[in-house]
């Protein structure tokens, strides 16, 4: 069943709709359709073993969806999640369930509501090795939970402590022991930095790159911060309404952009270097995702759109290592992009 | 020790605890009675509920200052010749414990349900919800009515009196449980979504496990502060059953069933049968009553 070489995740056609009706009662009074929201909609995508793969996006794309559909907490409308193999769809025994949740474990945006403030924090990092039974008694639960405070960062002395006596950082760190504690090999991480201050952001980054080459972990990683994401990425899927627009080596996404839309968010990333560079702001709103625009969804801020981008939907197109869906594209009808790489 | 000693003396709590004079007061008053109710065999002069130890002959004394020969009764007797005084103090017994086991059952009950409703949600929180939205456009007394009425008419007649107090204790309890289910399930709705909720979700514990351990003590803080307004609220419904002649029977009186029966005899001026329990019943529930509105601004930061 294991197969050491292929994709550790291969996410298909993923699919998740929300209903966001109003009440029962008053729709039917006041004669509404019924009204769904496609927060995901064929999203498709492999994550290799030890690689960590960024998906970026405005807020409301769908990737913070996307993110809780792969671990699980949500079920897919439809589309599948396999881990190493195994249709997670398929699993109905929770007995079948537990090995693999164990294997997969998840770090929250807000450090703040990911502890409960009730526990020590030796109970919260316990919670797993608990609950997966890894360790046979309270001294080795002990050694375990003080190991796992160890390797984020922490004093083993921290465990008889409560959340509020830590900082935002400090949590965060409190919060991957949890995830650590479990010995997993693969991490969602949902946008683990936003919540904290910049200086104390690159010490997380850091924090996790290293336990990525010292535990052999695979991160999906979700942001909506693009220079965030060029430092940990492998790979980049980029998301708009619920779709995928691109997928790139972050190298090659960074120094050559496809999508117009990726073009797009390049642009409004800080000029730090000062080059005098102009900032561009992205024209528009995100349209209403209850009530997408038809063909590609992006056509009403794309400034290469056509007559085409308004009635079909693109289909993803092969490019070297990375997928991009654009009719532009297709058409080699984009200009080529002009902007110094942010890394030089 | 020290240190706890330190943690209480430094909290915001004890700061508005003791810059109110009021509050003082009431915590005062209140520990006294429920003391008093408490220790009630060891400080009462009389044991009210042997029959033998009562003489008719000493029924109808005023209280001790206002005796002319007979000052063995500080507040005088009824028309038992029983101690005013005693029967207080065992009729709060009764009264505070019907209050506190009513308010346990209530607790447990709409806790319960409001974790229930607030967690899995969909038709199971619509049910409940509904159910005690009908429940709430009823007066709770006439709820408390209404089940302590069925539930005597249900058992048979020669244990009435043995079952009296369990029955009000169901009958008051179901009648209070549904502030508890709201306000639990609020705190649930939000608590339920936070991510160490969804951690926990994570890696496989069961729900109920998540409510209990996670969520539960999350909820504490506002239950306690409505269990203590409900206090009062069951003391004085036990009371009013018992006022009305379905609570607890004659021989093992609880405040109110001392003022009903003390209320047959204020027209021919032995006022002393029911004014004095009646003013240990208003004095005890305000006392409470101020204590619980206390607690309920001092946990709600928005009114301080």
Not at chain 1, 79 to 89: E, Q
Not at chain 2, 211 to 237: C, D, E, K, S
Request: net charge neutral; with cysteine.
């Amino acid at each position: 069943m294991t197969d050491a070489t292929g994709p550790l995740i291969e996410v298909h056609d993923l699919v998740k709709t929300f209903d966001v009706s109003r009440p029962w009662l008053a729709r039917v009074l006041e004669r509404l359709p019924v009204q769904t929201l496609k927060a995901v909609n064929g999203v498709k995508f492999t994550i290799r073993r030890g690689e960590t793969f960024s998906l970026v996006g405005e807020s409301g794309c769908g990737k913070s969806t996307v993110a809780r559909l792969v671990v699980g907490l949500d079920r897919p409308t439809r589309g599948s999640v396999v881990f190493d193999g195994t249709d997670l769809a398929g699993l109905r025994r929770r007995s079948d369930i537990a090995p693999l949740r164990r294997r997969m474990q998840m770090i929250f945006q807000d450090p703040y509501a990911s502890l409960n403030p009730r526990w020590r924090v030796e109970d919260i990092v316990a919670e797993p090795v608990n609950a997966f039974r890894l360790v046979a008694n309270r001294s080795e639960r002990r050694r375990k939970v003080a190991e796992s405070l160890r390797q984020v960062g922490l004093s083993p002395e921290d465990a008889r402590k409560f959340p509020h006596e830590f900082s935002g950082g400090q949590r965060q760190r409190i919060s991957i022991a949890r995830a650590l504690a479990a010995n997993p090999d693969f991490l969602v991480c949902d946008e683990p930095t936003s919540a904290l201050d910049v200086s104390v952001q690159a010490q997380i980054l850091n924090l996790m790159k290293d336990l990525q080459k010292r535990f052999g972990l695979t991160y999906l990683f979700i942001s909506h911060d693009l220079s965030v994401v060029y430092h940990v990425s492998s790979r980049i899927g980029v998301m708009y309404l619920g779709r995928l627009c691109e997928i790139s080596a972050a190298k090659d996404l960074f120094r050559q952009p496809r999508h117009p839309y990726t073009r797009l968010l390049l642009d409004t990333i800080p000029d730090v270097e000062m080059t005098g560079r102009e900032r561009v702001s992205v024209p528009g709103e995100v349209p209403d995702p209850i009530d997408p625009p038809s063909g590609c969804s992006f056509h009403p801020r794309c400034p290469f759109a056509n007559e085409r981008c308004r009635q079909e939907l693109p289909t993803p197109l092969q490019r070297g290592q990375g997928m991009v869906a654009c009719h532009a594209v297709e058409e080699e009808r984009l200009p080529p992009f002009k902007r110094s790489d942010p890394g030089q | 020790m020290g240190g706890m000693y330190r943690r209480v003396v430094d909290s915001d709590l004890w700061f508005s605890f003791s810059r109110s004079p009021t509050v003082v007061v009431a915590t005062a008053v209140t520990t006294i009675m429920m003391m008093a109710a408490l220790f009630a065999p060891l400080i009462a002069p009389q044991d009210p509920f042997d029959l033998t130890s009562l003489s008719i002959l000493d029924a109808h004394i005023p209280p001790a200052w206002m005796a002319a020969d007979d000052h063995r009764f500080l507040l005088g007797s009824d028309d038992q010749g029983r101690d005013v005084l005693s029967a207080i103090l065992y009729g709060a017994r009764i009264s505070i414990g019907v209050g506190f086991a009513s308010i346990a059952l209530a607790l447990v009950l709409g806790v319960s349900l409001g974790l229930l409703a607030g967690y899995i949600g969909g038709r199971l929180d619509a049910l409940i919800m509904r159910t005690a939205e009908i429940q709430l456009s009823f007066p709770t007394i006439l709820i408390a009515l209404l089940l302590n009425g069925v539930m005597r008419s249900i058992l048979p007649a020669e244990s009435q009196d043995q079952l009296a107090i369990p029955v009000l204790i169901v009958a008051i309890g179901i009648s209070g449980w549904v502030q508890y289910a709201r306000t639990v399930r609020g705190t649930t709705l939000v608590e339920k979504n936070k991510e160490y909720v969804q951690a926990a979700r994570l890696i496989g514990i069961h729900p109920v496990m998540i409510m209990l351990r996670h969520i539960l003590p999350n909820t504490m803080g506002p239950v306690l502060v409505i269990a203590t307004i409900h206090l009062a609220v069951a003391i004085i419904t036990e009371a009013t059953l018992s006022f009305l002649g379905v609570g607890v029977p004659p021989t093992e009186p609880s405040l109110g069933t001392l003022i009903r029966i003390g209320n047959d005899f204020l027209f021919s001026g032995e006022w002393w049968i029911t004014m004095f329990p009646g003013a240990a019943l208003a004095i005890l529930v305000l006392a409470v009553n101020l204590l619980g509105d206390w607690l309920r601004d001092a946990f709600n930061p928005k009114l301080r």
